[in-house]
């Protein structure tokens, strides 16, 4: 070990050393890749585990949770049926656990949304752990409710509690930043109306103060209910039973409960919560690795050239006694050691960005699915080791093919002058068959059904396209070089023709050159694609379905709480404008479908029927579809469809307050506001069974010709001035909508600039290979009479062929994998039905983009190939 | 090709050339003239000086001190642009290891010299391309690879190549060091011929003597001096 | 009387919901003489009145002759103002508190345990027409002439079935019990004052079948404590000859005592008499310094009701039996089973107390 080492310390460190600008390129390539995978799973990783705290925080100690099935909460009478279990030591508590608007302070700041959490303040301490400056300062004894109170001496604050009217308790972070403290009044938003609590005092950030990172309201579970209008329901009821009789108690209270409530483990909030962010976040995570992947080409490039470089003096050390494995070993030090730099380096980086990824993500985890507050990122040093497990598993694969080769190395190589290839020129027909093959089997299994689902096969489908079109690439190079070489000496001279053929001399390092640009590409493209037909799809279905004029909903909801809700008397209100031809009341909530979330809405498809106009599967007329809507018929959204394998003509079971009811579909709707997926039943239908009248929002149709702002205007003035509504036209929402839209792929936008920088710096690594190697080409052509600006102009042709390959090829991997991308990964992860869309315009600015920095990228090596002293290079044969 | 009625072709004044920071002698004020015709036999041990001279002759590399003139130009003072036109029109290569482009056939590299100056028309330059490989005795090689030749026939190439764009001056470098005798000889006989038939000049380094014995003129070279300097009675 | 009057203080601050000009505030009854008690109905919840408390303590025995002093209290104060929503089972009307102490004596180890809710659902609450009492899981229900206790923690529970073998004695004069000398500085208070107990105690989930005797004492008022009190000493004593004692002494700030202070002696007959602070002296022979609040108790005391013909020396079981009742009734309180030896009527006898001790740990809950 000892020589091995020395050796590696002067056989390949130096040579590392020298070769520094390169060395530097492939660090910073893994770096790259190994950086963004990381940075993302750490955002991934909070939102997961900002999620797991917050119930944590919340819930406490409880082991068994009862959670609604039907709608956000459930009927606090199902305490009356625990009470005969506190016998076996069983202690409850029922939980508000809710949005809220808080209203804007002042009229500089913006409203937002924070948490109400309604708790029993006199509940037992293992329910609810918080300090608060409303009690005392004690800290070792949280949760106590004291008389005594030290830092108020106005009788009036010092007799404020919890338990004094509309009082509340703030969390400390809300209360720093709108200067909250004890005896001030805070405005709130519930539905169309402001509303006054006071602050009985700021909550540390314990337990439940340091729930949703302290954007919360705690209130007594009374006052929790009237502030959200909700008499009589709760969100939650947390459970802490003797740990032995969990399971069994479970059981058991599953029967007593109604049916629409479900006895569950504060575990299975969690888990539902990770399965809804998985398909959004294995997505992300999937763009990270081709970041990764194109990282590894570099290695592989940067490897194989090392040592075919060198084999005549890795013929001279085996000549003098060296064996294969330690030859073997030095290499894989080097490999061990660009792995390291590179993702050390990477590692560091991704701890750097994962804020900025986080930022990116967070608001699309808080619209989409869940409201925890992700201003900061968790640490989590598993995440940090598997990034630096995978960067460097990565790229010990990647050097096992040069590693391999290096052993093939014989001692009479020593001897040997002529340049050297890889095996990669000997074989490129077979490695096209496997190519095809891997084609092939991308192709089989596109055509299978998601596992669970989750896109197994779309994913691995890709994985084979990209694979299957990288081993395309030598036998196309191969075929299309010499043409290629034919072409530019006859556009640009001999010049031309040299830059083709040393490409396809050296083809292996050309043809990996080529495909990872043709990776980096082919990302870029599928994205743009993918994304350009999701937004024209969007567009197209806004411009479609949102059929009415205006819309009305209340502010909270218009503030982003999905459940503020209007008075069912506002469709009346509006309908009764001059100008308004109808107006249709919608109401939707959240239910636990399966185990999953999902939205149960309902809709006045009398109106519907008349005025508007959803799209369905079927192809079918919203008129004809919505006519037969009625009693116990539904409509369902794609998302839901293919997330619960239904279809058109099925039926759809689900819990409401009075049992389970089934649903025949009429047909699916085409759906784009979110992926979790809705059922639309009818309203009349609706309301029997949830005794919930309020709606969500109302659709405003306008007569021919009428007015907009003169309908705003009475519809306005019919709610009366107390209600705060929002109204807006259906071009506001349109703008909205994109907007939502927009800022969701704004990551994937970030990251696929990522991967295309890595394939830049493989184009960049390769052109250094190729002018190193072509040092001795340059130097004869130098002894020739060949003009330094010659040489450079060889340089840049090859840049400019390696650029307008890896284009190509991208393009058409490109191609494919937004097929994959569209028709597969995310239909069967979102069920969402995309038109394909190629954006040419797009496609034409990256190509000249790629080709300009491919161009750009050759920069160095030209100067380097021009700089070549030709007597040296002749020399040192 | 009047640029110069002088019938000398190379005046090498007084050249010196140190390397490096620890200023080692390469060539120590050396002064040879080579005139049109002449083939002139460079010779001495490995380090003697000779390809370093070799190289300041042909511009690519930079005399510490003295002067050389080519054709009448000083190629001291010439632009490095100026130095690549020189030698693209008036200097022919031959090498040791024949540095032929593997990637690139025969005709191929033979025509190179004529392609990278870019003046010749594409049919001017296929028929100087085949006069010069049928010179050497390569007009059946035409679309070889270099790697399908045998070392021999590579050299020839690479003698064509140098021939091919006309130069006034060829200089090679050890054109036998990786011969073998039988080889070798041809490739001396066909040197000897080409500055008998076509007048043309040639500076050959070698370290043999049965090679040096070619030339017309001995130059022996010794720890970068000029030891002799003799013609050679044939 | 004196345990309710500081009570009905110190929940009054706790539960204060005063800074709403909006909540009506709510009327309760005062307690003035000329009561007139009515049984069973008087062992209800009396909701008119402010504050209320049931309060059993015993001593119990199993068959392997351990002995264990027990203490279940149940209590209950109105909230000072009107509930703004009277529809809500979380309305604010009434809180319950609950203390459940036990005193292994043979094994030295006291554990208590308390609890604070509102009546929500099924949290807890105290019927007004039945003797129905509950706290969580901890129960006080009339069946028939039994009364059945139920209480559980971690370590102990007990159920027990308690028998009356005396009628409910009514303390004070008049139907009130006097706490100062202002009008309606009172309360309604009586005592059963000899229970026959036997029932289940469960250590660590293993029962044991207990017998013994207990003491109930409820009481029920709306004033204030005057301010000037420092604390009470509260005795009660089960004699061997049938006979029992209750007395306590209310402690001014000033070191004397207040001269409401009284008691009641019940004869074996069960019939009874009011015991003025004249009639009864009480003298600490030993004193206990709290680890935990540094409290100092007077430990061990010798009484003497000259008029009853009793000269009696109370000793602890053992010395911790204090409560820290951060969570419910914020009063730290030693309540801890004695043994009694002594003369009555001028013979020998033997018995059991509790005695209950407050305000000798103000200074620790000054600090907090």
């Known amino acids: ?877 | ?234 | 009387m004196v345990r309710l009057k500081s009570l009905a203080f110190i929940l009054s601050l706790l539960f204060s919901m005063s800074p709403s000009a909006s909540a009506a505030q709510k009327v309760y009854k005062q307690a003035l003489p000329g009561y007139q008690y009515k049984f069973p109905q008087d062992h209800f919840s009396h909701d008119q009145f402010r504050t209320e408390w049931w309060y059993y303590t015993g001593h119990l025995i199993t068959e392997d002759k351990r002995r264990f002093g027990y203490e279940l209290t149940f209590f209950r104060t109105g909230a000072d103002n009107e509930p703004t929503n009277k529809q809500s089972p979380w309305k604010l009307d009434n809180f319950y508190l609950a203390h459940f102490a036990i005193t292994d004596e043979n094994g030295k180890k006291f554990r208590y345990t308390e609890k604070l809710n509102r009546s929500g659902l099924k949290l807890a609450g105290a019927r007004q027409d039945a003797y129905y009492v509950f706290n969580e899981g901890w129960s006080v229900e009339k069946l028939g002439d039994h009364y059945m206790l139920r209480a559980d923690s971690p370590e102990y529970s007990i159920h027990l079935l308690l028998n009356s073998l005396k009628k409910p004695i009514i303390h004070g004069r008049d139907g009130v019990s006097q706490k100062a000398s202002c009008v309606g500085c009172a309360s309604h208070y009586y005592s059963m004052t000899r229970l026959k107990t036997e029932g289940t105690l469960f250590i660590a989930d293993k029962p044991y079948a207990v017998t013994g005797t207990s003491w109930m004492d409820h009481e029920f008022g709306s004033n204030q404590l005057t301010s000037d009190q420092a604390g009470w000493d509260w005795y009660s004593i089960q004699l061997d000859d049938n006979r029992e004692l209750m007395f306590y002494l209310m402690r001014r700030g000033d070191g004397s005592f207040e001269k409401e202070s009284s008691g009641t002696i019940i004869n074996a007959d069960g019939s009874s008499r009011h015991l003025t602070l004249n009639d009864f002296s009480a003298k600490p022979t030993g004193s206990w310094l709290s680890p935990k609040t540094k409290g100092k108790y007077p430990m061990g005391w010798k009484l003497s009701v000259p008029s009853a013909q009793i000269e009696i020396e109370l000793t602890p079981s053992m010395l911790e039996q204090e409560l820290v009742t951060g969570r419910s009734t914020a009063v730290t309180y030693w309540e801890g089973s004695t043994s009694v030896k002594g003369t009555s009527n001028g013979k020998p006898v033997t018995g059991q107390g509790y005695v209950e001790m407050t305000g000798y740990a103000e200074k620790f809950k000054q600090k907090l």
């Open chain 2, 1 to 234: 090709m009047a640029s110069s009625p002088s019938s000398q072709l190379l005046q090498i004044e007084a050249v010196a050339k140190t390397y490096g920071e620890h200023q080692v002698k390469a060539l120590s004020a050396v002064s040879i003239n080579i005139a049109r015709g002449e083939f002139v036999s460079l010779m001495g041990a490995s380090g003697c000086g000779k390809s370093t001279l070799l190289n300041l002759i042909a511009g690519l590399d930079t005399a510490s001190s003295g002067r050389i003139i080519f054709d009448g130009a000083d190629v001291t003072k010439l632009t490095d642009e100026a130095v690549t036109a020189l030698r693209a029109k008036k200097i022919g290569f031959v090498f040791q290891f024949f540095n032929l482009l593997s990637t690139l056939t025969v005709a191929e590299n033979v025509a190179l010299p004529l392609e990278l100056g870019g003046t010749t028309s594409a049919a001017d330059r296929q028929k100087r391309v085949l006069e010069m490989l049928a010179e050497v005795g390569m007009e059946n090689r035409l679309n070889f690879y270099p790697a399908q030749l045998s070392g021999g026939e590579m050299q020839r190439v690479a003698i064509a190549r140098a021939l091919v764009h006309k130069p006034e001056l060829i200089v090679a470098d050890e054109p036998t060091g990786n011969l073998d005798s039988e080889n070798g000889l041809k490739v001396l006989e066909l040197l000897k011929h080409l500055n008998k038939s076509l007048n043309q000049t040639i500076v050959m380094a070698t370290h043999s003597e049965e090679a040096g014995a070619v030339g017309d003129r001995i130059i022996r070279m010794k720890d970068g001096l000029v030891v002799s300097d003799s013609l050679v009675q044939h």
């Open chain 1, 1 to 877: 070990m000892p020589f091995a080492f020395t050796l590696f310390l002067r056989f390949v460190a130096r040579d590392v050393r020298r070769n520094w600008i390169r060395t530097l390129l492939t660090v910073f390539g893994i770096a790259l890749g190994v950086s963004v995978y990381l940075a993302i799973s750490i955002a991934n990783n909070t939102a997961i585990s900002q999620f797991k705290q917050t119930v944590s925080q919340v819930s406490g100690k409880a082991n068994i949770e009862l959670m609604p099935l039907s709608g956000p909460a459930l009927p606090e009478a199902v305490l009356d049926a625990l009470a005969d279990y506190r016998m076996l030591g069983v202690k409850y508590t029922p939980m508000i656990d809710e949005h809220l608007v808080l209203a804007a302070q002042s009229p500089e700041q913006n409203s937002e949304i924070i948490q109400l959490i309604g708790i029993d303040m006199l509940a037992d301490p293992d329910f609810k752990s918080y300090q608060s400056d409303a009690n005392d300062s004690e800290t070792e004894d949280s949760g106590k409710i004291r008389s005594e109170d030290t830092d108020s001496d106005q009788d009036s604050l010092k007799n404020l509690s919890v338990f004094s009217p509309r009082a509340v308790l703030v969390g400390g972070k809300l209360a720093q930043r709108h200067g909250f403290k004890k005896g001030d009044q805070l405005t709130i938003v519930v539905n169309d109306q402001k509303e006054k609590l006071l602050v009985a005092g700021v909550l540390g950030t314990s337990g439940i103060g340091g729930a949703y990172s302290g954007n919360v309201v705690v209130a007594d579970i009374g006052l929790a209910q009237d502030i959200l209008k909700w008499p009589g329901k709760v969100t939650r009821v947390d459970l802490i039973a003797p740990e032995s009789l969990v399971p069994l108690l479970q059981a058991k209270l599953q029967e007593i409960v109604p049916s629409d409530v479900l006895v569950a483990t504060p575990d299975t909030r969690s888990e539902q919560a990770e399965k809804m962010v998985r398909s959004f976040e294995y997505n992300l995570l999937a763009l990270t690795f081709i970041a990764l992947m194109v990282g590894m080409f570099l290695i592989y490039n940067t490897m194989t050239i090392t040592i075919l470089r060198r084999r005549p003096e890795i013929g001279i050390l085996r000549a003098i006694g060296v064996s294969r494995r330690t030859v073997q070993n030095i290499f894989l030090w080097e490999a061990i050691c660009l792995g390291l730099m590179g993702t050390t380096l990477g590692v560091v980086m991704g701890a750097f960005m994962a804020d900025g990824a986080l930022k990116a993500v967070a608001q699309t985890f808080q619209y989409f699915y869940f409201k925890v507050p992700l201003d900061k990122i968790t640490v989590d040093p598993l995440q940090y080791a598997a990034a630096f497990a995978i960067g460097m598993g990565l790229t010990l694969i990647a050097a096992l093919p040069p590693l391999l080769e290096s052993t093939t190395v014989s001692p009479a190589e020593a001897t040997r002058r002529a340049s050297q290839e890889s095996n990669v020129r000997r074989s490129t027909t077979p490695l096209f068959v496997v190519g095809l093959a891997c084609l092939a089997l991308c192709y089989f299994s596109a055509l299978q059904p998601a596992v669970n689902n989750f896109p197994l096969f779309g994913y691995l489908a890709a994985l084979l396209a990209i694979m299957g079109c990288s081993f395309l690439v030598p036998l196309i190079l191969a075929k299309s070089l010499p043409v290629l070489a034919t072409i530019f000496a006859r556009i640009f001279g001999v010049e031309g023709r040299i830059a083709a053929v040393s490409l396809q001399g050296t083809l292996g390092r050309t043809a990996v050159a080529c495909a990872s640009l043709m990776i980096g590409i082919a990302m870029m493209i599928s994205l743009a694609i993918m994304i350009s037909s999701f937004r024209k799809t969007v567009t197209h279905w806004i411009d479609q379905s949102f059929e009415a004029d205006l819309w009305l909903q209340s502010q909270a909801r218009a503030s982003g709480n999905k459940f503020g809700r209007l008075q069912e008397s506002a469709i009346k209100a509006a309908a009764s404008v001059e100008g308004v031809a109808a107006a249709e009341g919608f109401v939707d909530r959240s239910i636990n479908y399966q185990g999953m979330s999902a939205f149960l809405a309902a809709a006045d498809f009398d109106v519907l029927t008349k005025y508007g106009n959803q799209l369905f599967l079927s192809g079918e007329s919203s008129k004809t579809v919505c006519a037969r809507v009625v009693g116990m018929h539904a409509i369902i959204s794609e998302p839901f469809a293919v997330r619960k394998n239904l279809k058109k003509g099925d039926s759809v079971e689900i819990d409401t307050p009075l049992g389970k009811r089934k649903f025949f579909i009429e047909d699916v709707f085409y759906d784009y506001a979110s992926d979790l997926g809705y059922i639309i039943i009818p309203r009349d239908i609706y309301k029997q069974l949830y005794n919930d009248s309020s709606i969500s929002n109302v659709a405003i149709y306008l007569k021919e010709g009428a007015n907009i702002e003169k309908a705003r205007q009475g519809i306005l003035k019919n709610l009366g001035s107390s209600s705060l509504v929002s109204l807006s036209s259906t071009s506001e929402l349109r703008k909205e909508a994109i907007r939502i839209f927009d800022r969701t792929f704004a990551i994937t936008y970030a990251l696929h600039t990522i991967a295309v920088t890595v394939a830049m710096l493989s184009i960049m690594n390769a052109l250094f290979a190729l002018t190193i190697e072509s040092r001795r080409e340059f130097a004869i052509l130098r002894y020739i009479g060949a003009k330094k600006t010659q040489l450079a102009k060889i340089v840049y042709l090859q840049a400019a062929i390696l650029g307008a390959c890896g284009n190509l090829g991208g393009i058409g991997l490109g191609y494919i994998l937004s097929l994959l991308l569209i028709h597969v990964i995310n239909k069967q992860s979102f069920g969402w039905s995309v038109q394909y869309f190629v954006p040419y315009d797009f496609i034409l600015q990256s190509s000249t983009l790629v080709i300009l920095t491919s161009l750009l990228s050759g920069i160095y090596p030209a100067r380097m190939a021009a700089r070549t002293l030709a007597p040296s290079v002749v020399r040192d044969e």
